[in-house]
């Protein structure tokens, strides 16, 4: 089992920067490694992700401004997130999927971390 722990949320005016760090508490290297955000009153959405081989996935609205990447040395990802816009405000979770053979891979969830964006 894979503990996740996320930091690096905060507060933050519109069009400014902020980096998500997610570290995990075991080898990240057979896990697909996600980004995920939620707001008030609205379903958990893909944000980004990105697998053990680097290839990367972003939502349409993150695309050109949030940037994943992973350090498995670290067993940790990154979600660096630029011009930020108040519609980024959300509680944002870490996600590792692993790699697996299986109609329902194992998959583990951080517990998250607040981004707010003023404007």
């Known amino acids: 089992q894979v503990q996740l722990v996320e930091s690096g949320g905060g507060l933050v005016q519109a069009e400014g920067s902020l980096k998500l760090s997610c570290l995990a508490s075991?080898?990240?290297?057979?896990?697909?490694m996600g980004w995920y955000r939620q707001a008030p009153g609205k379903q958990r959405e893909l944000v980004a992700t990105?697998?053990?081989?680097?290839?990367?996935n972003y939502a349409a609205s993150v695309k050109g401004r949030f940037t994943i990447s992973r350090d498995n040395a670290k067993n940790t990802v990154y979600l660096e997130m630029n011009a930020l816009k108040p519609e980024d405000s959300s509680i944002y979770y870490c996600?590792?999927?692993?790699?697996?053979?299986?109609?329902?891979?194992?998959?583990?969830w951080g517990q998250g971390t607040q981004v707010t964006v003023f404007s």
């Open positions: 990105v697998s053990n081989t680097g290839d990367r």
């Open positions: 075991g080898s990240i290297n057979d896990y697909t």
């Open positions: 996600n590792a999927r692993q790699i697996v053979v299986a109609i329902r891979p194992p998959e583990y």
